[in-house]
């Protein structure tokens, strides 16, 4: 006697009901979750940034300051977003400092400094255990 097509059909894609059910918990969407940010009480254009860091050496900590805002980097962070004012001049003036292991030859790192809407600024901070350097920034701010 012979099976039915349905039965037929539903034992063959069985093993294939099987596979699927795993991948769907592996490509399903994952929820992305920002940390607030603290607004600065200046007058002027507040603008969101991003912060990214380059470096051939492990760094201990990196910290960024931008008027009022200041951005902490650990050891395993190289992103962050900060919030910062523009003046209507259009100047701003980037303070880093950043903290490398005692075994450390002399490094290089590299901040990338990109506001929305606004051309980014890549700058280059060399150290051996302890650097702080500031970087000055000027945009022309439309009106």
């Not at 200041?70 to 992103?79: L, N, Q, R, T």
């Not at 004012?85 to 030859?105: L, N």
Request: overall charge negative; glycine content about 2%.
């Amino acid at each position: 006697m012979t099976r039915s097509p349905l039965t037929s059909t539903t034992l063959a894609l069985l093993p294939l009901a099987a596979l699927a059910w795993p991948l769907i918990e592996v490509v399903k969407p994952v929820e992305v979750t920002r940390d607030p940010l603290v607004e600065p009480a200046i007058v002027g254009t507040a603008k969101r940034a991003d912060i990214t860091l380059r470096t051939a050496h492990p760094y201990s900590s990196v910290e960024v300051t931008i008027g009022n805002s200041v951005c902490k980097f650990s050891a395993d962070e190289d992103y962050k977003e900060i919030l910062f004012t523009i003046p209507e001049s259009g100047k701003i003036t980037m303070k880093v400092s950043a903290v490398w292991p005692k075994d450390i030859p002399e490094t290089a790192l590299l901040i990338s400094l990109e506001p929305d809407h606004l051309l980014s600024r890549s700058f280059t901070l060399w150290g051996t255990v302890e650097a702080t350097q500031e970087f000055n920034c000027q945009w022309n701010l439309s009106k």
